[in-house]
């Protein structure tokens, strides 16, 4: 498996289970994750995982839900390009 694939299907799982962690905290009435923190995990990769965690335990879905999607979308793209020019590059020897 590619690395920036096993990198981020981890930062997905990892944002997930915060997400869940945060909503668990939500419902004991305890301090919570930020969401500055449950941001910058969806905009470093764990951005799917921040959109299921969303649906599953219907959690952050009001004002965090477009900014996901628009992180999701750019992360999608970025992702896509990685796998179609990181075999060229190796190729040529410039990573």
């Known amino acids: 498996m590619k690395p920036f694939i096993l ?3 981890i930062l997905n799982l990892v944002t997930f289970g915060i997400f869940g962690i945060d909503k668990l905290l939500a419902r004991m ?4 994750i930020s969401e500055k923190t449950l941001l910058t995990l ?4 764990g ?8 649906k599953l335990f ?7 839900r477009y900014r996901v999607w628009i992180i999701l979308i ?3 793209v ?3 390009v ?3 020019y990181l075999p060229i590059l190796s190729k040529m020897k410039l990573l």
């Open 7 to 9: 990198l981020f299907v």
């Open 29 to 32: 009435n305890r301090n919570r």
């Open 42 to 45: 969806a905009i470093v990769g």
């Open 47 to 54: 951005s799917v995982g921040a959109v299921f965690a969303q």
């Open 58 to 64: 219907r959690h952050k879905t009001r004002k965090f």
């Open 74 to 76: 750019i992360q999608f």
């Open 78 to 80: 970025v992702f896509e």
């Open 82 to 84: 990685l796998w179609y």
